[in-house]
């Protein structure tokens, strides 16, 4: 008669000596596989006598499945270890999906943005593919003006159909045209956008960069209400403490024209360009320059965003490092 529990005893013996996933392999073939000695059992219980055919039988396959269950745990215990462990730690705390978070510009854009619209600025936007009438001559930079210089450009290929010319805006500024193609005073507007310069890069300089462009026209504004609206900006950006310095500046579509620093490394910074709205584009608007007045600025929003977080080079925004992007994690909530 066949002795299950000797087979057993040796079945549970080789078992504890396989030390590797091969060697589990070569037990269950061993065993359990098609020509395994626990099957041979099973396949021989027709031949025995019909008295030990049950007993067999049914000790056969109880073994059988005791024998899946050992090798399963076999396994189990093989892993826990080489993972110098238990295969599961429920007492682990669980491992976050990687959430992301704003870009330091889009943070910085909102809340310029925000804080421009606290004061009554409209929000709008424009295109970043101008027509080179609107980038340069309908304010006042014709073409072989000196001051196309100081915006080198990207052009948009001819297709050849004869159309005008197209470049990726150099600055935000032909929206003050637009806009005042569409709308009438009280005028108060800003538009953030994208601007591309072909120019070298360096610490303050990039080739692609993001404005915000401010129009306000009215009657009786003037250089004062410029200065006041922008140092309350400024104040309520970086704080009461901020020292910041106007300085004569020329834009062709303003007079008189400025630009405002702002301390930064023990140097000045310059965030944005500024002046009083030209009279002939008052003009060209088809308003009574001698009725309505108004003032422009077009800031960056890459150079303000280097102020609030303490950015030593500009280039850092958009060189997709994760371990520099990461850092504004903590701000998530703050747009
Ligand atoms: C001036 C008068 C107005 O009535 C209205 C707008 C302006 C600004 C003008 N359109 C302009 O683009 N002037 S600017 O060339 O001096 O740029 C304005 C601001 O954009 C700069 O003060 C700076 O903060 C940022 N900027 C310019 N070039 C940049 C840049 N930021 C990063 N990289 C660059 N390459």
């Given amino acids: 008669m066949v002795d299950l529990e000797a087979l057993e005893a040796e079945a549970r013996a080789s078992l504890a000596e396989a030390g590797d996933e091969a060697g589990l392999d070569s037990w269950r073939v061993e065993w359990l596989g098609r020509r395994g000695r626990l099957t041979a059992v099973l396949r021989g219980v027709r031949d025995l006598p019909a008295e030990e055919r049950p007993l067999i039988g049914a000790g056969a396959n109880r073994l059988k499945g005791e024998l899946e269950d050992a090798v399963t745990a076999r396994r189990a215990e093989l892993l826990a270890a080489a993972s110098d462990g238990p295969a599961l730690d429920v007492t682990l705390p669980g491992r976050r999906p990687p959430m992301g978070s704003l870009h330091p ?23 970043d593919v101008e027509l080179e009438e609107y980038n340069f001559d309908r304010l006042r930079i014709p073409a072989g003006h000196p001051a196309r210089d100081m915006w080198d450009t990207m052009w948009v290929a001819d297709d050849g159909s004869g159309g005008p010319r197209q470049l990726l805006r150099t600055h935000t500024s032909p929206m003050q045209i637009r806009y005042l193609e569409r709308r009438q005073p009280p005028i108060r507007v800003i538009v953030p956008g994208t601007c591309y310069r072909y120019e070298a890069t360096d610490a303050t300089h990039e080739w692609m960069l993001t404005q915000i462009e401010g129009l306000v026209i009215d009657e009786d504004l003037s250089f004062a209400h410029l200065k006041g609206t922008l140092e309350a900006f400024v104040r309520r950006v970086f704080g009461a403490e901020i020292e910041t310095r106007f300085r004569c500046d020329y834009f062709p579509f303003v ?20 002046g009083m709205v030209h009279p002939e584009i008052i003009e060209d608007a088809g308003l009574d320059p001698d009725r309505f007045t108004g003032f422009a600025f077009g800031m960056g929003v890459e150079r303000v965003a280097m102020l609030r977080y303490g950015v030593r080079d500009i280039r850092h925004f958009y060189r997709n490092d994760i371990r520099f992007l990461s850092e504004f994690d903590q701000f998530r909530g703050s747009a």
Avoid: K, S
Wanted: glycine share 14%; charged share 30%.
């Fill in 255 to 274: 007079e008189p024209g400025a630009e405002l620093g702002v301390r930064w490394q023990g140097d000045w910074l310059e965030v944005l360009g500024c």
């Fill in 105 to 127: 510009i889009t943070l910085t854009r909102r809340m310029m943005e925000r804080t421009f619209r606290d004061m009554g600025f409209d929000v709008v936007e424009g295109p």
